[in-house]
């Protein structure tokens, strides 16, 4: 519509301009049609850029309202990931808090037999993030503290997490290889699994396994930046709460 006015004025200016009425009505209807045509092509302008930016509002509350369910479970996977880290710390401090004439348990063994052969690393949620991020829209988010607060988490925090999990877990194959090597059968119920976790080596390993605070502190402040992000991204689009964060 506002092109259509811009031209139509455009004809009539050229109309004034060669047509046979003196220059000074020429001028006064000239200005006023170029007043025209300024402000239909301002307004143009204007409705054309409101209509962009509820676009991109509109993307970036479903990006943060998808987002924010993918904090949530993230959420939960890591209060489980923090359990497991705990669990981890007592049965590799308790290996190494027996004095050199003493033995494992068998019952503690037993009891923590998870926690000594899996692994445990946080699995991302990171798919939404990463692609609103690729398609360049991570800057419409017009609240700059939650914008912050998002980058921060996926490109500082869960990556420093990633790091120390990941030097764990080497650490703890390395426990593997050495058992898997020096693990024998003595009968056919029985083996040397408790003699293997009580040598040298196996101790120096967990010693470094019984000390997992870093990781623990690492989870814990991913989740108080998640919570924090959800609470923002609830308060932006007056959200309902989800549970108890």
Known sequence: MAEQEVIKHTRRVYNIWTGSHNFWHKLKEFIIEIIIIVFAVTLSIWL???SEHKHQQKEVKEFL???RQDL??????MLDDKESYAKQQK????????????TLNDDTLRKYQLSLSNTTRFQQN???FEGFKASGKIGNIEDEQLQTDIMDLYQENIPSLL??????????NQLFDFAIKNRKRITDSTNNYVEVLLSNEARNICGYLSNPNEIINRYDLCILKMKKIVREIEEVYDLKPEGEL
């Open 91 to 102: 049965i590799f401090t308790y290996i190494t808090s027996v004095g050199s004439n003493g």
């Open 48 to 50: 054309h850029d409101n």
């Open 72 to 77: 949530l479970s993230d959420v939960k996977e």
């Open 126 to 128: 990171n798919g939404r």
């Open 65 to 67: 309202v998808g987002l």
């Open 163 to 172: 790091a120390s999990t990941d030097s764990y877990i080497n650490r703890k």
